[in-house]
């Protein structure tokens, strides 16, 4: 029951938003599945208890580490057919100017509500795209991760500093 916010690399205690029901009505992930991410997080060092609190904090190095050398091979991208979605990667609300696309299409999530286009990649999981219209932030770092999942080397490395800044406050 509690939230972490890295302010300046001084966490701050939020209680009740970072609980296993409130992470599940913010991500529409199933209360077991939050669970069992948890405890894999703890099992694999992506999660610590904080020494002076005993509270739950990310292991931000081990995960920034994860996402930058392994998330193509667990969750690979590959864009498919143009539709209706919510832009991703670089294309994202905030990011834009971190690097201008030279594509045709954009990437989004597939979302038939939505007003923007472009070529369809499937979210690291199938709520991400309600997620993203609840948590603007939350929103952002998914887009860089799909960054890292998508680009080429340069781009890679562009994504790579700026979740690394969000990571570490």
């Known amino acids: 029951m509690l939230k972490l916010v890295s302010l300046h690399q001084n966490p ?5 938003d970072f609980s296993v029901r409130s992470l599940a009505a913010s991500t529409g992930i199933s ?13 694999v060092g992506m999660a610590r208890h904080d020494r002076k609190s005993q509270l739950p904090v990310a292991n931000s190095k081990i995960l920034l580490d994860f996402i930058i050398s392994g998330i193509r091979y667990v969750f690979p991208a590959r864009p498919g057919a143009v539709a209706r979605g919510i832009p991703t990667s670089f294309e994202a609300p905030g990011l834009g100017g971190l690097l201008s ?3 045709e299409y954009h990437y989004v999530w597939p979302d038939a509500e939505a007003s923007d286009s472009g070529q369809v990649i ?5 709520s991400a795209p309600l997620a993203a219209k609840k948590d603007h932030l939350l ?11 998508l680009g080429d080397a340069r781009e890679v490395a562009i994504a790579r500093d700026a979740l690394r800044k969000r990571l570490r406050g």
């Open 12 to 16: 701050v205690v939020l209680p009740a």
């Open 31 to 43: 209360k077991t599945e939050i669970s069992a991410s948890l405890n894999r997080s703890f099992d």
């Open 101 to 103: 696309s030279v594509g």
């Open 122 to 126: 499937a979210p690291l999981y199938k």
């Open 139 to 149: 929103y952002q770092s998914m887009a860089l991760v799909d960054a890292i999942r």
